[in-house]
């Protein structure tokens, strides 16, 4: 990670305006023009006339279970997809992950566009779809197998229209993006070749970010000697230990602006004891720590390690401390000001997609390529509900939306 951090600060340095360094400037590359390109209504035309041939491969995939770990069935899948479309050099890497090539010319940009295979759904093996009108319901419905439709009907629509890229495209399918963004961290961590741009296919359209957020939470367990009731006077407590430590930790400053330094926290889970006729031997909560900014994480992690030592000498107990230091949050430059930022606004105020949010807190794929240094945002997949819950819905109309917005900003690109 040391080495990580070096290489990102020496990007930091240099980076003085990345839509300089890559040569597109600082300007939106979008103009009303581009969406009535003989180019996009092609792609557009095509997705329509398949309109019901992508909402059943939606639902075929969304059935193949692909749990974090368990991605196989799904990744076999993709592959045979990405070889049929046409993609070259279609392969499953030494991590899962599914990995599809689309050349462009030689001074063309590489760029990266993503979605992830896996879902949240553990030990669940069966997946059947509903339909009600344009909601399809299903757990992993919309998390993210709404994407990897985008990402493959996106190929399918450029390669039927005659798309000619002079960027080099990687389309990957990922694994473990829900256990920390595995999968596309090995990948970057494992080749040699540089990129460009991450675009990646996750969260609800019209949510774009363009920073990566920072984890630093954990577990905080307290431990003492216990007792019976009858001879708990004076004894160490560590529930109360619990008690005072969460009471404490929420009179900490959070910031909630500037959005570069927004920062949360949240006693998630909260245990202790055996019966209810004895002081509990060891008690613990979780926290979930999140900043756009590494020095506030690090400030909220040092002020949450000495309340809790504190707490643990004044009720004499012991204190074990765990919290996250490999998750750290980054921010390029100016992302907020890029050529890539404007153009994806520009997209969605063409397509009328509501309740756009632009923000530095991102929690995806994303995050990996802006820790290196890469000028990378999220592209929304769909309208979703009840996301990560065996209830999750989503929207069929809002795919087709998400679809247009990835194959204008691809068209863009060029």
Sequence with gaps: MEKRARIFSFLVITMVCVGSVLGYGDKSLFTPETAKSPLARSVFAF???????VINEWIHLTEIPSPSGHEAKRAAYMQDQFRSAGLEGVHIDAFGNVIGLWKGEPLGKNIIVTAHMD??????WEIKVKREANVLKAPGI????ASLINLLWSVRAL???GFQPKNTYYFLATTGEEVGFV???NFLNATEESFDLVLALDGDLGKVHYGALGFGGGRITFRGPGAHTMQSRGVPNPNLAVALAIDRLYNIHLL?????KWTILNI???GGGKVRNAVSQESF?????RSADQEELKRVQREIKHICRDVATELGVDVEIDLNDDSKAYQIPNARESFLVKTVLDILAYLNVADVEVDPLGSTEANVGIEKGILSVNLGRTYGRYKHSLREEADIDGLFLAMKQILLLLICLE
């Design 47 to 53: 997705l329509e006339s398949n309109r019901d041939q």
């Design 119 to 124: 879902t949240v759904f553990q030990d669940v």
């Design 142 to 145: 919309g998390d993210d197998s």
């Design 159 to 161: 390669k039927h229209a």
């Design 183 to 185: 999968g596309m961290d």
């Design 256 to 260: 909630a602006e500037p959005l570069e």
């Design 268 to 270: 998630g889970l909260i």
């Design 285 to 289: 909560f979780s926290v979930d720590l």
